[in-house]
Structure formats: C-alpha cells, structure tokens
C-alpha cells in the first residue's frame, strides 16, 4: 500500500475539479482527513458568501480522503449537508472521520469549520468500496 503522503498526493494530483477550485487534501490518515480551501472571489455566491456547492465539494473532498485512506478506490453513494451558518472569512476546513466501515461500504461524518473554528456546515457521507487498489 502506498504511504498516507503519497496517497494524499495522488488525490489531490487526480481530484481536477477540486485543484481548479483551490482545494486540497491537507492531513491523511487511516479513517480521516482534513481538505481546505481559500475562499476566493470566483467561490462566493450571490449573496457574497462562499456558495454551498463549494462547501459541499470540499466536505466531499476530505470524505474522499478518508474513504480511499485504506488503498482502496471508494466512491460516493450518498452524502447529506446541513448548512449552519455563512461560509465567510478567508478559508474553509472539513474534517472527515470515519463512524463505520464494512467489507464494501463505509460511512463517514464530515464537519466544514470557518477559519475561527465554528461549525459551518455538518454532513454525513456513505461510501462504495471497490476491489481496485492504489
């Protein structure tokens, strides 16, 4: 199995979307990873804040790393938000940590935080994992 810096790497390489966006997996480990973003001019919606979609793809970003964090490719076959308060402020963190694996699926609880530490939005994530290694 390939290294946890390694591995986070790859996805980050891999993930296009998230790199164009200015997200990244930031700490990988077995069942967690944290991803962030700088919220720029192009991630605001309407209103001036950073736009849901964007929150959600990075709380997809760090479900990601923990899902794929035991070397084997995982997709997404569920994920809920709830949104708690604006995305504002300079950048995002979301914590993904692991709550059940199984032989092929896997369930995740994912947290995006503002960069004061408060409690943006609140997810759940359930995974599919697949027989195909890194």
């Known amino acids: 199995m ?5 591995l986070r790497d790859l996805l980050n390489k891999d993930d296009r979307f998230c790199r164009f966006n200015g997200m990244r997996l930031d700490v990988l480990r077995t069942g967690y990873a944290e991803a ?10 309407g209103v001036g804040i950073a736009q849901g979609g964007a929150i959600f793809t990075l709380a997809d970003l760090a479900f990601a790393g923990a899902a794929n964090s035991y070397g084997f490719r995982t997709v997404g076959m569920n994920s809920t938000i709830s949104f ?17 694996r ?10 995006v935080f503002n960069e004061d530490g408060k ?16």
């Open 2 to 6: 390939m290294e946890m810096d390694e």
């Open 36 to 45: 962030v973003m700088e919220i720029t001019e192009n991630s605001l919606n």
């Open 84 to 100: 708690l308060r604006p995305g504002l402020g300079k950048s995002l963190r979301a914590k993904a940590t692991e709550v059940s």
């Open 102 to 111: 199984g032989r092929r699926t896997c369930v995740y609880d994912v947290d």
């Open 119 to 134: 409690l943006v939005a609140h997810g759940t994530s359930t995974g599919f994992i697949t027989e195909e290694k890194f």
